[in-house]
Nanobody, 117 residues
Framework: QVELVESGGGLVQAGGSLRLSCAASGSRYSINAMAWHRQAPGKQRELVARITSGGSTYYTDSVKGRFTISRDNAKNALYLQMYSLKPEDTAIYYC???????????WGQGTQVTVSS
């Protein structure tokens, strides 16, 4: 069983910055890809950014140039640095971790990010 705990969410004004963290624990196996997702009220959950164990990254178009995903494999930690935040970034942000050995994703409980205009 893998437990993921997100932190760092909060209320920020448009144009501001936040740094989200995700701590993973409980895994006997190496964590492969990790990712941040978000779900805004009334919308489907969407992938925001993903990073492989080797450091390859993917960003959805709406956050390119504003968000940076990173990870510390030794600490099993995942980060999302968010700059130039917009009201449309308001959502619950979820961390996920994929374990190839288990062929499944694990999810955190989410952290709320609210950007005021």
């Amino acid at each position: 069983q893998v437990e993921l705990v997100e932190s760092g969410g909060g209320l920020v004004q448009a144009g501001g910055s936040l740094r989200l963290s995700c701590a993973a624990s409980g895994s006997r196996y190496s964590i492969n890809a990790m990712a941040w997702h978000r779900q805004a009220p009334g919308k489907q959950r969407e992938l925001v950014a993903r990073i492989t164990s080797g450091g390859s990254t993917y960003y959805t178009d709406s956050v390119k140039g504003r968000f940076t995903i990173s990870r510390d494999n030794a600490k099993n930690a995942l980060y999302l640095q968010m700059y130039s935040l917009k009201p449309e970034d308001t959502a619950i942000y979820y961390c996920s971790a994929y374990l190839q050995s288990r062929s499944r994703d694990y999810w955190g409980q989410g952290t709320q990010v609210t950007v005021s205009s």
